[in-house]
C-alpha cells in the first residue's frame, strides 16, 4: 500500500517495528468500534430513560481503574487518563446530539 | 470494585453494556502499552541513527490508512484521525526526549 518496506536509509528492526505498529493501530481502530457500539447504544438508553448524557461518578470510577491497569502494563497513567477523558467527551457529544433527537 | 452492579435506577442492559466498555477499555490499555514498547524502540533507533524524531511522509500514510479501516469498522474517520493525531504526538515527545538524551 505504501512505500515502507522499501523506503532508503531506514533500518531493517525500524520497518519490522512499523509493521507491528500498523497491526497494533487496526487493532485499536477495531475496539474503539466495538466500543462506540456499545456507547451508541448506551446513549440511546439514556436518551429514553431521560438520564443525563454524562455520569461524572462512572467516569471517575472508569479512570481510577484504567490508570491502575496503565500502571500494570507499564503504559503512562498520566497518558491513559488524557485519552480516556479524550474518548469519554467524543462519547458524551454523541450522547448529547442523541439526547436532543428524543426530545 | 465499584458498585456498578447495584446502582439504584440503572436499566439492566445500560450495566450490562458498561460492563462491555470495561472489558473493551482494558484491551485498549494494553494494546496501546504494547504500542508504545514498539514506538520507545523506535525512539531508540531514531536517536541512535539520527533519524528525525517524527516522520511526515510515514504520519500521512498511517493516517490515510486507519481513515479507510475506521470507515469499514463504521467509526468515525475523522475522529480515528484525532484520535491518532493524539497518540502520535505524545510519540513524538518521547523520541524527542530520547534524542535530547542521547545527544
Request: one cysteine or more; a neutral charge; glycine letters at 2%.
Amino acid at each position: 500500500m505504501d512505500d515502507k518496506n522499501t523506503a532508503p536509509g531506514v533500518p531493517a528492526e525500524l520497518l519490522r517495528l512499523r509493521d507491528s505498529i500498523d497491526n497494533l493501530d487496526a487493532a485499536l481502530i477495531h475496539i474503539l468500534a466495538e466500543r462506540f457500539k456499545c456507547t451508541q447504544r448506551v446513549g440511546e438508553i439514556k436518551a429514553s430513560s431521560g438520564l443525563p448524557p454524562a455520569d461524572p461518578s462512572r467516569e471517575t470510577n472508569q479512570i481510577t481503574r484504567l490508570k491502575s491497569l496503565a500502571e500494570s502494563a507499564r503504559l503512562d497513567p498520566v497518558f491513559a487518563e488524557k485519552l480516556l477523558n479524550f474518548i469519554i467527551q467524543e462519547v458524551i457529544r454523541h450522547h448529547e446530539a442523541l439526547r436532543r433527537q428524543a426530545e
